[in-house]
């Protein structure tokens, strides 16, 4: 069993970072509230439930934080860390700078901080690692591979598709003055769906599900997401690459099948080196499904710098 | 040619294809998403408000009433109010606004020497339906008017002879358009079953006088009148001639 563990340690590890940030989210917007002497837990900021004859019990009953200072408040389009340390969504703060929105120290403060993390060191991984709608398209891939149908796919179109999305998020921004990305992107839904309660969002959510399992393999994330495109430029110099070692290799090709965005696996069974390609999303699975040490995680410079000694 | 570059070429005539066809299905739902112009906003949102806020909802969770809530329909994840369920209670500190990260909600809109006052956020402006106003019906009830956090400012009462009865006085609530914050105490506090007084936007509900007009026997607003330039009517007159002729009534 202590196998599987080391197995799947990644997997792991993401599930944790994906499902940890999403409920410390949660939390955040978690709240007591005091009603004829008897403490309520609201959470989502519903009341519905204080609702009688048409009149809202819990009206001017002011809240308690549930956990003060909540550690990550808002949620992924801008947050707060401990009510201090901003973090912005770079395709939301690149939208409000096109659709003439006021740009504020926070906002731009929050986008450095993310440019800073992801450009250095972790490059696409928010991809694997903090994007919600991964747990979805994971999920979709999964059944994939349970239902056998693989390889079946309704379109096919490239995987530059999400440059121009960006490209085109962008243009839409500008030309009417609202983020035109955020309007419908459903990891958006998801995530402020789980802080602030789903409504119609469920349906942008089951759209995704239901491309990637029917229509396209890894189609949202892989060939139309611009967040994703825009993580992949903020990445392109991260130092966090996978180390290809071309004499464990067996060839089995286990790697490559389980790729989520197998065409940056090009080095396989030519020669040894780093995953190079932008897109990514150092999500670990080709580690994992190695069964021969091949592939590694690796701090691209110090690791060259060691080699040359 | 080398198929190669044969397959970049169709590849990228795919892109184009596929986004121009996207962005136009986008495009008609961005300029049908526009719902979110009839909402209250919470106070102090800035002009350019939705191309500003970017739906992070820390307003949301700084309002220690539950007034805010994000909005599911327009664009989605706009915050916003409904002052029949739950008012703006006009928090002196203003967190809402205070927790934006974004200026979205603009903290200098609020200040008076450099301090916060919410008495200057505009999120909207009372009406009152004169028709279905019981006070208007001859019935005691100044239910709005002691809601009002700005009472006898905001909203205040004025007397008027029932000429029904020819005896009794009606006490009919009024709102100064210019003070009103557009909190929605009043509306949550109207008896009548729909409410008779509501928070509508400013565009919905004020008119413009324009500069032509000049209020008499007021002082400061006849000063106008020593600075105005005649305005002449300028008629063309080859046009009052002509446009018999060219059709171009
Ligand atoms: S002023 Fe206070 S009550 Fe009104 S919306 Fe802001 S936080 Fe909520
Ligand atoms: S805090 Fe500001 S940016 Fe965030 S949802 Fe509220 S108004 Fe929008």
Redesign the interface.
């Known amino acids: 069993m202590k196998n599987y563990y080391i197995k799947n340690r990644f997997l792991i590890l993401r599930r944790f970072t994906q499902l940890g940030i999403l409920l410390l989210f949660f939390l955040?917007?978690c709240s007591l509230?005091t009603i004829n002497n008897k403490e309520h837990l609201?959470f989502q900021?519903n009341?519905e439930s204080f609702t009688k004859n048409e009149r809202?019990l819990?009206?001017?009953n002011?809240?308690t934080e549930l956990i003060a200072p909540?550690i990550l408040?808002?949620?992924l389009?801008?947050?707060?860390i401990l009510d201090f340390l901003?973090m912005?969504?770079p395709l939301?703060f690149l939208q409000?700078f096109f659709?003439?929105?006021?740009?504020?120290l926070?906002?731009f403060l929050?986008f450095l901080v993310i440019v800073f993390i992801y450009g250095i060191f972790l490059g696409r991984g928010f991809c694997a690692f903090v994007c919600p709608i991964n747990l979805i398209t994971d999920l979709a891939n999964f059944l994939r591979r349970k239902l056998k149908i693989e390889n079946i796919r309704f379109v096919v179109?490239?995987r530059?598709?999400k440059f121009?999305?960006l490209a085109?998020s962008l243009f839409?921004?500008f030309?009417?003055?609202?983020?035109?990305w955020?309007?419908?992107s459903p990891i958006?839904?998801l995530h402020?769906g789980v802080?602030?309660?789903m409504?119609?969002?469920f349906f942008g959510i089951l759209a995704v599900f239901l491309f990637d399992l029917f229509m396209l393999k890894n189609g949202f994330c892989g060939h139309l997401c611009p967040l994703g495109a825009t993580y992949s430029i903020i990445g392109a110099k991260s130092l966090l690459k996978v180390q290809y070692d071309l004499d464990k290799c067996t060839k089995c090709m286990n790697c490559v099948r389980i790729c989520p965005e197998n065409q940056v696996l090009d080095l396989i069974g030519k020669h040894s080196g780093f995953v190079n390609k932008i897109a990514c999303i150092k999500c670990g699975r080709c580690i994992e499904a190695c069964d021969d040490d091949a592939l590694h995680f690796n701090l691209l410079n110090f690791k060259t710098k060691k080699e040359k000694k | 040619m080398n198929p190669q570059r044969r397959r970049t070429l169709k590849?990228i005539t795919?892109?184009?294809g596929?986004?121009s066809f996207?962005?136009l299905i986008?495009?008609a739902?961005?300029?049908e998403?526009k719902d979110n112009t009839q909402m209250l906003f919470p106070p102090a949102a800035?002009d350019?408000f939705?191309?500003?806020?970017?739906?992070?909802?820390?307003c949301?969770?700084a309002c220690?009433?539950?007034t805010?809530?994000?909005s599911?329909s327009g664009?989605?994840?706009i915050p916003f109010f409904t002052p029949r369920?739950?008012p703006c209670?006009m928090c002196e500190d203003v967190p809402c606004v205070v927790a934006c990260?974004?200026?979205?909600l603009?903290k200098n809109l609020l200040l008076t020497n450099n301090k916060l006052d919410i008495t200057k956020a505009r999120m909207g402006v009372a009406v009152v339906d004169t028709f279905n106003c019981i006070a208007y019906a001859g019935i005691q009830c100044d239910a709005c008017y002691r809601a009002c956090p700005l009472i006898d400012k905001a909203i205040y009462l004025e007397y008027k002879s029932n000429t029904r009865t020819g005896k009794h006085a009606l006490l009919l609530p009024i709102v100064a358009n210019d003070i009103c914050t557009g909190c929605g105490k009043c509306e949550?506090a109207c008896v009548t079953e729909i409410a008779s007084i509501k928070v509508l936007k400013h565009d919905q509900v004020l008119g413009k006088m324009g500069t032509n007009y000049i209020k008499g026997w007021d002082k400061k607003d006849e000063e106008r009148l020593e600075t105005a330039e005649p305005q002449k009517k300028k008629d063309s007159k080859n046009h009052a001639l002509d446009y018999l002729n060219e059709e171009s009534l």
């Open positions: 955040s917007n509230i609201i900021g009341l809202n819990a009206i001017a002011t809240k909540p408040m808002g949620n389009s801008g947050s707060k901003p912005s969504d939301v409000v659709a003439g929105g006021a740009i504020s926070d906002l929050g179109f490239s530059q598709t121009a999305i085109l839409l921004s030309l009417f003055g609202i983020l035109a955020e309007s419908i958006s839904m402020r802080v602030f309660g409504g119609m969002g | 590849s795919q892109i184009m596929l986004v996207g962005g986008w495009s739902y961005l300029a998403a800035r350019n939705l191309s500003t806020c970017i739906k992070c909802g820390l949301v969770e220690p009433y539950y805010l809530k994000l599911s664009i989605k994840g369920d739950i209670f990260p974004t200026s979205a603009d949550k």
